[in-house]
Structures are given as C-alpha cells and as structure tokens.
C-alpha cells in the first residue's frame, strides 16, 4: 500500500526492494524480479536500486536464466561500482558464484 499511496516517497525504493525480497524469500522468483526491475528502472539512484538490481541477478538466477542474471550482473559491476567493491562485495560474490558469465 505504502508503494501505491506514496510512489514519490524518499523511501519507496526500499518499499520496492522489501517486496521483492519478500517474495524471494517466498519462493516467488518471478514475481520478485519484477519488483526489483521495476525499483532499478524508477530510480537508479534510489537508496536500495543498487541492491534491486543485485537481487534481480539472484532471481534470474533461481529461475535458471544464467544470462538474464549475467546481464543484471554485468549492469550492476558498471553502474555501482563502489557498491560492488564495498558494501554489496559478499552478495555480489555469491550471486555469481556458478554462473558462467564473461568478464
């Protein structure tokens, strides 16, 4: 509802991001993936794009789309890169980790 009522909302993005990771979480990679596309696309530079756009890979990634998950992730090493080399490292690490995807 918060998503809904206030789209403009300085924290909307992580409203969108919790969704999406609710219905990872669920077992729902589908349905996450559009929440999280959706927050990367909105607003790149929304406070949680940057993990939208990380959790979108592990969606694909659940979803057996290893290329759609590299691309997310390729997206994500360019786009925030400090993000990549910081705070997010790990989870970019493991959502990787058993894809196939070009340097």
Same mark, same amino acid.
Request: glycine share 10%; aromatic share 4%.
């Given at each position: 509802m918060f998503v809904e009522k206030y789209p403009r909302h300085s924290?909307?993005?992580f &409203?969108?991001?919790l969704? &999406?990771?609710a219905f990872l979480d669920d077992g729902q990679p589908t349905e996450a993936?559009?929440?999280f596309l959706e927050n990367y696309q909105t607003d790149k530079r929304g406070a949680r794009a940057p993990d939208s756009l990380l959790f979108l890979a592990e969606?694909?990634?659940k979803l057996k /789309? /290893?290329?759609r998950a590299c691309i997310a992730l390729a997206e994500f090493s360019e786009t925030y890169a400090a993000e990549a080399a910081g705070?997010?490292?790990s989870d970019y690490n493991d959502t990787r980790r058993g894809l196939s995807c070009p340097s």
């Open positions: 924290r909307t993005s &409203g969108r991001n969704l &999406g990771r993936a559009k929440w969606s694909m990634k /789309d /290893d290329k705070r997010l490292k």
